[in-house]
């Protein structure tokens, strides 16, 4: 009897989640920028972690509070973004700020989502009287009413389990149905400040369906090159004025002739994949790419965000080299960037100026490209594939 009591009382929750799942209609929602990882430190004794977050400009506001009672939605993450399935995002130098904007309960509400990098995080930010949403159409206003749990216009610290995803949520008056984009104002740390979000009513996407039809790209597979030779004809260290020093690589991911700085991008969750035609011009030529200094590229969205290379694929980091192949090869080189969420339209490539160095026709000037489209390079990814070289004597 006792069972079937049970089973009873679950059935009646299982009916009345649904119910309340009903009610609830997915607006737009995205995984969100990708941001680094605050610092996290351990106390010795509780064995507790706490981190700093690193993303709060507000420091003339000086009230603090504890998020209380937050809400973990942990388990139903990857059921909102689907495109995180098995994505071990707790082991990333990065974080996803995710969102969802719904409408439920006769209010518009803005799900925050932030998966917690320590036990406790401090100097996080929510809100403020700043917060709202613009339709983007006639410009009516629909101002913040409150939040929950309750950080309005604080700093405030979370007290949670690591890797828990806790839901902050912002509420807004009820958004007319007619409504199709509105611009969201005043969320910093989810770097939702004069977005632009296209709506998708008035369908009901329902929990765990995302609002935007744009979805992320495969990480792409290229044929990385291999070292032929450590140095071309001088056993001795790397020396950038003396090319006898430098690498000799070969088999570079070769592709179908295009037009020399021809590009491609992939967009993925974990890295922006830039893909960039080379002419190969002579049988054995040099290049060189820059990371983790002030010399490396750099991709900037229309909003001024910053994208920065973290590598390109299968070549030495802040050393010229020699490719060795056929004059006449096409080759791709691969820049990997910091992830770039699906919203960015166009970007500005800028590649700075080199050192300079001692080779014939050395030249590394900079130079800045402008309004580079997303759609129209994630069209190229397909003038990418590998093409073996083919040789008629």
Known sequence: MKRIVTLSFMAIACLSMQAQEQDVKVLAS?????????????????????????STNNDWIKDNCEA??????????????????????????????????????????????????????????????????????????????????????????VKAKKGD??????????LPESTKEVVVFGIPNWYLVGDRVSLRQPHNCGWGRTGFEQTYDTKPEFHLPRVLQAHLSEDKPYDKQNWNTWKVLTDAHLIKPQQDGTMAIWITPEATYL??????????????????????????????????????????QNELFFMEGNAGDYIAYVKVFDPMPLDV?????????????????????????????????????????????????
């Open 275 to 316: 893909a960039v035609a080379c002419e190969q011009n002579w049988t054995r030529e040099y290049w060189g790419f820059s990371w983790g200094n002030d010399r490396a590229d750099v991709l900037l969205d229309d909003s001024g965000r910053q994208y920065k290379l973290r590598e390109v694929l299968g070549v030495p």
């Open 165 to 174: 995803v806790i839901d902050l949520k912002i509420f807004f008056p009820p």
């Open 345 to 393: 339209k166009t970007f500005t490539l800028v590649e700075p100026e080199g050192e300079p160095f001692n080779a014939w026709g050395a030249s590394w000037k900079g130079s800045v490209q402008h309004n580079l489209s997303i759609g129209e390079l994630r069209k190229n990814q397909k003038l990418f594939e590998y093409q073996p070289r083919r040789v008629v004597k």
């Open 68 to 157: 209380k009672n937050v809400t973990n939605v942990a388990e139903d993450y990857e059921q909102f973004f689907p495109e995180m399935a098995g994505m071990q995002i707790d082991s990333q130098p990065y974080l996803p700020m995710s969102w969802r904007l719904t409408a439920e309960g006769g209010e518009t509400v803005m799900h925050c989502y932030f998966r917690m990098p320590a036990d406790e995080v401090s100097h996080l930010w929510l809100t403020s009287e700043e917060t709202c949403l613009v339709d983007a159409e006639t410009g009516i206003q629909y101002r913040i009413r409150r939040t929950e749990p309750e950080t309005f216009r604080k700093h405030f610290s």
């Open 30 to 54: 995205s995984t969100g920028i990708f941001v680094p990882r605050p610092e996290v430190t351990v106390d010795k004794k509780t064995k507790k972690s706490s981190a700093v977050w690193h």
